[in-house]
Every structure is written in C-alpha cells, then in structure tokens.
C-alpha cells in the first residue's frame, strides 16, 4: 500500500476490484485543514497496458463532468511514477448491501418510504448523466450499466448517491467497448445487456426495477444456481408481479415496477425521469413523506452506535480519518459472520405463500398495510381455479357432438326394433329410450 499518491496521504485500503483498488486517503491544509477523500489507483499489474490505462482515464473523465447531488462528485485525476489515480468524495454512510444487513440483524423491513426515496434519488441522478451534454454541445450518452446494491450509497444524512462509473459506456470515449463483451453484476443486467446488443439509457431503467422490486418484496428476483442461468432467466422470462411475493403490494407501485420491467425497451419508460415522476405521484397520492431527513432518521436507527461513537471521539486525539479507519476494519470483519443482505436470499420464480408469523424480514414481506391505503380488495378470478375456461366455441362443438351421437343411437334402436316388433313405429321407437332413461334414477333410488 502507498504511503501517498500526489498530495493524499493514504491510510487504509478499502477494496480491490479487477481494474482499480480504493484507498481512504487525507488531504491536509493550513490551520489544520483536514479533508477525507476516496483515491482509486489503477492495478499496479495493469498500469503498462495502455487499454486498461485509456479505460481508467475513460472513466474519470466522465465521472468528472457529472455534478449532481445523487452522483458522487469526482475531485481529480493525477499520476505519480506511472501510477494513475483519482480522487472522489467520501461518502459517510452505507451502500444498499449494508443497509439491508442492518435491517436483516434489526428483524425489521425496509420501510416504503425509505425505499420510494432511494429508488427516486437514483433516478434522478441517472436522468441526470443520460441528459449530460458535453463541451461541444454534443450529447454524451452515457449509460451507467452498473445499477446494483452495492453502487448506491445513502449516507448518515438522508443522502443518495450513485457511483462507480468505472464500466460506463459514453458514445464517445477513447477506449472502444468490444461488441459482445459483458460487463456489470449479472443479477441486474438488462436483456439487452444480457446479450451483448447495443444499449442506451433504457437499460439503467431495467437494472433500476430490479433494484426497486427487490427493496420493496426483500427478495432477489434473478437468481439462479450458476450466471448461465440467471443470464437466461433474464433474456427468455418476464419478471414476476410483486403481488406474486406480497398479496399485499400496491397495485399502483406495481404498475411502475413492472413497467421497469419490460423485457423490450419500447415498453419501459423511456427515461429514468418518467419513472420518477411516477414514483412520486404514488407517494403523493398515498400521502407518503418521501424526503432525506426521513432517510436520515432511518440511517440513525440503523447505525446509531457507529454514528454515536463518532461523537463519543471529538474529543479525542483520534481523528476522523483514523476513526473511519478503525470502523472500516471493524466492519469488514463483521460482515464475514453477519447474515447474508437481501440479494443473497434464495430465487424468486414462483408466488410464495406468506409465513404466518415470523421477525425475519428477509422471509416475511414489508407490510404496506401499515404506511399505504390498499383500497378495495382484489376481485377472484371467474374461473375456479385450476379448471379450464370453456370458450363458446367449445361448448357449441360438445352439444353438436351431444346431438349427433342420439340421433345415431335413436337410429340404431329403431333398427333394432324393425327387426324384433314390426308393428312399432319411428315415434314408439324414440320415446322407449327416453321413458327407460327417465325410470332409472327413480329405480335405482327405491333399491336404495
């Protein structure tokens, strides 16, 4: 691990990805100005191939041109002794994976308030970076092609972020995307993406109702034993309804995520603004509070001791930047024995009766009930279920087919009875069978 890279001391590594490592790093002033920064350096074994540097580069470059409050903000990019590195804000909170590890460990959901206010706050900062226009006035046509849990981050505050720009794809960077090459967590991939095909913004949306449909259900919904399955699962099958997990669900909240949802792109929304502003109609008109000091307050509950012990140290000698290192360690240790977060629980690919009574929230649905009128209750289906639908078509063929077989049985006993009795007629014919059919319930009933 560095010592420094340019003008930020380093002082702990906090992951390795397969291109980049990221560093919690401390750039200090004059009068003891202190600022805590994130530094991601490219993999020393891939700093001599001049692919994996341009890409680098690709993506601090179009990071750097973002500035929006759901996005985090990159600072600069630099090179120390052939190590290229950049530096972005650090976020004092949790990505979506650690949050639903605290609700996990706290036996409660997440609420819909909460997740109606991630799911907006992610919107609008893809909205943002698909609209972006570069310096010449030409669109950028950037498309994140990440969306997943572990690249939102809501800090302790009520804030939303969306990061990690390291595979998105703009229309016009240096280092080409190979046709057909697969990038992004598998789990949250469009079908397009999915395939190798071109993508535009409407692929985001796609990984975007993933995220919303599993925030609100607290079950994964592609998930399949191997990535060959769920690849398939994502490409050939259409998602289940919510109501298929929660019979509860809101039938408006429905609408929206399965329209996310929509294995073709003409039918999805066409921008992630659409869906925001359709996220917000339904909290509206639920009269749900959607806002970040909510967020902020449900951050609190979760992390109160973390967030608590902060203050307990200002008065310390120990520094924010060697107290978030301490907590980094802690935590990292942590999560090895903590129970799995939302996105490891088993596959969704059929309804699922609800558990009768049960803490866990990874197995028993968040209760809208509580926070979201439901209206009237489903009308049941015409049709028992389980018996076939009989069309008009069909029951005309049975009575034709009903017809034809008496007038071939009438037709056979009447020659019958030519042969036997010559003196019956057409008429005593027809009606011995029915006077014989009509004596042998009542027979039957008196032998009983």
Not at 308 to 324: I, K, N, Q, S, Y
């Amino acid at each position: 691990m560095p010592e420094r890279l340019g003008s930020y001391e380093i002082l702990q590594r906090i992951a390795v990805g397969g291109m980049a490592e990221i560093y919690l790093a401390r750039v200090s002033g004059i009068s003891g100005f202190e600022k805590l920064v994130v530094v991601k350096r490219i993999l020393p074994q891939l700093a001599t191939s001049p692919e994996f540097v341009q890409m680098f580069l690709d993506e601090a470059r179009i990071a750097a041109t973002l500035h929006h409050s759901n996005i985090v903000q990159v600072y600069d990019v630099g090179t120390v002794g052939g190590q290229y590195f950049f530096s972005m804000e650090f976020l004092h909170g949790e990505d979506l994976s650690g949050i639903s590890r605290a609700l996990a460990a706290a036996g409660r959901p997440l609420p819909v308030e909460a997740a109606l206010g991630i799911a907006s706050g992610v919107c609008a900062g893809l909205h943002y970076a698909h609209e972006r226009i570069g310096l010449d006035g030409q669109p950028l046509e950037i498309v994140h092609r990440d969306v997943s849990p572990q690249n939102v981050i809501v800090t302790f505050d009520g804030g939303v972020k969306l990061l990690d720009f390291g595979i998105a794809k703009a229309a016009r960077r240096l280092a080409a995307t190979r046709c057909g090459t697969l990038k992004g967590k598998v789990r949250y991939m469009s079908p397009e993406q999915c395939q190798g095909a071109a993508m535009d913004r409407r692929s985001d949306v796609f990984s975007l109702g993933i995220l919303l449909w599993e925030l609100t259900t607290g079950r994964r919904l592609f998930a399949r034993s191997s990535e060959f399955e769920t690849l398939k699962a994502i490409v050939e099958t259409d998602a289940p309804a919510p109501s298929s997990v929660r019979p509860d669900y809101p039938l408006e909240l429905e609408r929206v995520v399965m329209r996310a949802l929509r294995r073709h792109r003409a039918e999805r929304y066409q921008t992630a603004q659409d869906m925001q502003l359709d996220l917000e109609e339904f909290a509206r008109e639920n009269k749900l509070s959607v806002s970040p000091i909510l967020l902020g307050r449900l951050m609190h509950e979760l992390f109160s001791e973390r967030i608590e012990a902060w203050h307990a140290v200002r008065g310390d000698d120990l520094t924010l930047a060697e107290w978030v290192g301490t907590v980094m360690k802690e935590r990292q240790a942590r999560e090895a024995d903590e129970v799995p977060p939302v996105d490891e629980l088993a596959e969704v690919s059929a309804p699922r009766p609800r558990p009768e009574a049960t803490t866990d929230p990874t197995v028993d649905p968040i209760d809208f009930r509580e926070t979201v009128p439901l209206g009237p209750p489903r009308k049941p289906p015409a049709a028992v279920a389980g018996t076939p639908r009989r069309g008009p078509a069909r029951v005309i063929g049975a009575v034709g087919a009903g017809c034809l077989l008496a007038v071939a049985l009438v037709l056979g006993g009447w020659r019958v009875l030519r042969r036997t009795e010559p003196a019956l007629t057409v008429r005593s014919a027809v009606a011995a069978p029915v006077a014989a059919s009509q004596a042998a319930p009542v027979a039957a009933s008196q032998a009983a």
